[in-house]
């Protein structure tokens, strides 16, 4: 099967909103319970730096996209990263070519600082991220409770060396 990425579309909301979904029922993807309506969803992310990974049936599989880390213009050059694959593809390496085409397109579009938030137990995306330059700066312990006990996530962060060098 052949794979393509392409810049995110608004009529690709109600696929990204059904992939987020699967994600949540995983149970190590986010600490959402509920995803959110696509407004919502469009007025989180930024608008540059979306992008969705079709199948050759121009399916939308998968999507990974920017979210600021803070408001202040200091700031404005880091971005948590979110990418996520639709459960029948997981394990097929998409997940480290969406990961690739995000960090291109946020160094072309200026940002010097990509973070993630990953659950300990989403081994796969951690291997992922460090294999593209993300290094581990800590885990926060029990940061969330979700389901009835308490959650830690590792943080992670790549600095880029093109932008802001």
């Not at 690709?12 to 959402?32: L, R, Y």
């Not at 990974?64 to 200091?74: E, G, I, K």
């Amino acid at each position: 099967m052949n794979y393509e990425i392409r810049d995110m579309l608004p009529g690709d909301g109600a696929k990204v909103i059904e992939i987020f979904e699967q994600g949540i029922a995983g149970g190590n993807a986010t600490f959402d319970s509920a995803a959110p309506s696509w407004d919502a969803w469009d007025n989180k992310f930024f608008k540059i730096c979306r992008l969705v990974l079709e199948d050759e049936d121009e399916h939308v599989v998968g999507w990974a996209a920017l979210q600021p880390v803070s408001s202040r213009d200091c700031f404005k050059g880091v971005a948590e990263v979110s990418i996520y694959l639709a459960d029948e593809i997981q394990g097929k390496g998409l997940g480290s070519m969406l990961l690739q085409r995000l960090i291109l397109s946020s160094e072309e579009h200026g940002f010097w600082m990509l973070q993630a938030g990953i659950f300990p137990e989403n081994q796969p995306s951690i291997i992922i991220h460090e294999k593209f330059g993300f290094r581990k700066v800590g885990i926060r312990e029990k940061i969330g409770e979700m389901n009835g006990r308490w959650r830690d996530i590792v943080l992670l962060e790549r600095r880029s060396k093109v932008t802001g060098v």
